[in-house]
């Protein structure tokens, strides 16, 4: 400070730069950030050999950068792996690998006793395979020409499975963090409906009732209507607070505006059903088409995007899912109704009755949370089946991942694969 | 919001697309047809699927626009290579008409392909690499065919019927077994049992020796 203090304003104070330039002295040692860049750029851009820069000219590789998203990360939803090309934050292709949590399901099911397949059909949803259940259930009644014979206060126990799994399904994926809509509350009350919600089917489902063709495996009384009557009041008030919050003020889930839009064109030829189609405008729902079980008795209203949203976008899909779950929990509400005045048999015929099906084949689909579930089962008289084939709506959804990414910002990944409900095992099966 | 769609749309009657079909495309164009009431079911040869697909799917009266699967089924190995070897189902369904069929072509094993339909519907893409990993059969003009939910190393078609549910794969573990492949004999090359241990017999109880 002193000596700086003492220069004499005028004064000419000695060049470092041209000191150090002076020929035959040596190089400054270089510094630890100099020393540690190449090696940074190595690991930056040699991961392996999946974050490697690709193209074959400079402009291509100071452009895209490929980029591999999982399969392990906390933001997916399953082990799932995203390679994805990078345009500055923005996707320019999207390229989804699958299979890492394949478990061969639909080999395992050929290689035991028809009933026995059940077991298998449950581990394509580890937290409630109720509807992949009831839909081999109704392949098999299929199977055997039994599918009109089932009593009807089964068939509308079955309706009340499927729905309550659907609003279950429904809550559980609004309640992801990136989804509800933004105020303390409606995320709140979208938890405490999840919660209640799946308490309510896991008491209905414990003992596997459903697991049972031609009616139920064990009878439910009329108690557990009782039960979930009680809770039905309360949840819907939930959901209908939720619901009149984002319609008075809709900045309440701008977050979701756009993202992951697909048309209503490219999401029918990819195949999507279920909430992700009718975000787009597509009035398409397999109950009302093919009422199984007891839809025929119901009117099932389907729940399509509001217009002006333009719809197909994330935030589309969660409206649909939101009034989906209200439409739900009233569906539930008729037929508990009905339940009481359905007369008392809905025992499933004693398991004897179908160790050897018919030759032939048999296909079934189900309405689930996510879209349409089907299967195929082929049987040549045999006690095992011949050949069985499952498609889930998780598998047309992967698909479409590169339809709805594509364009979109990276950090939009996570909403958009939150708004889908994408189940592993159902995609990998 | 919501709108309703009011009263429940019952599917057509069975037999409306085998009518259709043969009405528009002439009896030539499908080999069988069978009018069922979960979904009218069609067997055409290899030669004619995208033609009476892509009516199916273009034509007002049929709309079947979605596909919802397809389905390779192995009925198994048999003397005879011309015999048919594979069916090969295709799952459509009309969103806004409600009513399903299925197409069904039969293969033969000496020659397991079928015309790709990608350029129809492009969920084909995802299910048709599907059906050549796990039965074989080959989809012609598929653009980018690679494994989806296999491998690249896994060898052999998992849902073909000559495939053991317990063979072991490179990255797939047996599935019985906590322990390693029983080996009969020494190990080829291996006289001082450096890596014995990895290759000695079991007992009785499967615990190496």
């Not at chain 1, 895209?64 to 799932?80: C, K, N, S």
């Not at chain 1, 899912?321 to 509400?333: D, K, M, P």
């Not at chain 1, 698909?399 to 889908?420: C, E, N, T, W």
């Not at chain 2, 002439?26 to 069922?36: R, T």
Request: glycine residues 10%.
């Amino acid at each position: 400070m002193r000596q700086i203090l003492e220069v004499l304003p005028g004064a000419v104070l000695p060049d470092p730069v041209a000191e150090s330039a002076a020929p035959g002295a040596p190089l400054a040692p270089p510094d630890d950030d100099d020393l540690l860049r190449p090696a940074l750029e190595e690991q930056l851009f040699k991961v392996g050999e999946r974050g490697a820069l690709t193209g074959s000219s400079a402009t291509a590789l100071a452009k895209h950068l490929v980029w591999t998203f999982g399969p392990v990360h906390r933001a997916l939803p399953f082990p799932l792996q995203l390679r994805v090309e990078l345009d500055g934050d923005r996707l320019a292709t999207v390229d989804p690998e699958l299979g890492f949590m394949h478990q061969g399901l639909e080999k395992a099911a050929e290689l035991v006793p028809w009933l026995e397949g059940f077991d298998v059909m449950a581990r394509l949803h580890p937290l409630q395979p109720v509807a992949h259940e009831l839909c081999w259930a109704l392949a098999l009644e299929r199977l055997w020409g039994v599918d009109g014979a089932v009593p009807r206060r089964a068939q509308l126990w079955r309706v009340v499975a499927l729905e309550l799994a659907r609003v279950a399904e429904h809550l559980r994926v609004l309640a992801t963090p990136p989804l509800p809509p933004a105020t303390t509350q409606a995320r709140r009350a979208l938890v405490d409906g999840s919660r209640r919600t799946r308490g309510l089917l896991d008491g209905l489902t414990a003992g596997h009732p459903f697991r049972a063709v031609g009616g139920l495996a064990r009878p439910i009384h009329d108690d557990e209507a009782t039960r979930i009557d009680k809770e039905l009041p309360h949840l819907l008030r939930l959901l209908d607070d939720v619901a009149q919050a984002v319609a008075r003020s809709p900045a309440l889930d701008a977050h979701l505006e756009g993202l992951g839009r697909i048309s209503a064109v490219r999401a029918t030829g990819l195949g999507l059903s279920g909430p992700a189609l009718r975000a787009c405008g597509v009035g398409d729902d397999v109950r009302v088409h093919e009422p199984v079980f007891g839809y025929g008795e119901l009117e099932v209203p389907v729940v399509l995007a509001d217009q002006a949203l333009l719809g197909g976008c994330a935030r589309a899909r969660c409206r649909v899912r939101l009034q989906e779950s209200i439409a739900s929990l009233v569906l539930i509400r008729e037929a508990l109704a009905r339940v009481r005045t359905a007369g008392e048999a809905d025992h499933a015929p004693p398991a004897l009755a179908w160790e050897r099906p018919p030759t032939g084949m048999a296909t079934a689909s189900l309405e689930t949370a996510g879209g349409e579930l089907s299967m195929l089962v082929v049987s040549d008289g045999d006690a095992r089946p011949s050949h069985v084939r499952i498609r889930g709506p998780s598998s047309a959804l992967v698909a479409a991942l590169p339809a709805m990414l594509v364009g979109d910002r990276i950090d939009d990944v996570i909403p958009v694969l939150s708004s889908l409900g994408l189940v592993g095992t159902e995609a990998d099966r | 919001m919501t709108g309703h769609a009011g009263p429940t749309r019952p599917g057509r009657e069975a037999g409306h697309i085998v009518r259709l079909v043969r009405n528009r495309l002439g009896d030539a164009a499908v080999v069988d047809a069978l009018p069922h009431a979960d979904g009218d079911r069609l067997v055409v040869v290899s030669g004619q699927l995208v033609e009476l697909i892509t009516f199916l799917q273009r034509d007002p009266d049929t709309d079947l626009q979605l596909l919802v699967n397809i389905a390779a089924l192995d009925r198994g190995p048999s003397s005879d290579a011309r015999a048919p070897r594979y069916d090969v189902v295709y799952h459509l369904r009309s969103p806004r008409l409600g009513y399903r069929a299925f197409v069904t072509v039969r293969v033969p094993a000496h020659e397991p392909s079928v015309p790709s339909i990608t350029g129809l519907f492009a969920a084909a893409e995802h299910m048709e690499r599907e059906v050549h990993e796990m039965v074989g059969v080959y989809p012609e003009g598929h653009p980018k065919l690679r494994p989806l939910l296999l491998y690249a190393g896994f060898t052999g078609h998992p849902l073909r019927k000559d495939y053991q549910a317990t063979l072991q794969q490179p990255l797939v573990a047996p599935l019985d077994g906590h322990h390693a492949p029983l080996v009969f004999g020494p190990p080829p090359g291996d006289a001082a049992g450096a890596q014995g241990a990895l290759h000695a017999p079991h007992d009785e109880k499967g615990v190496q020796s």
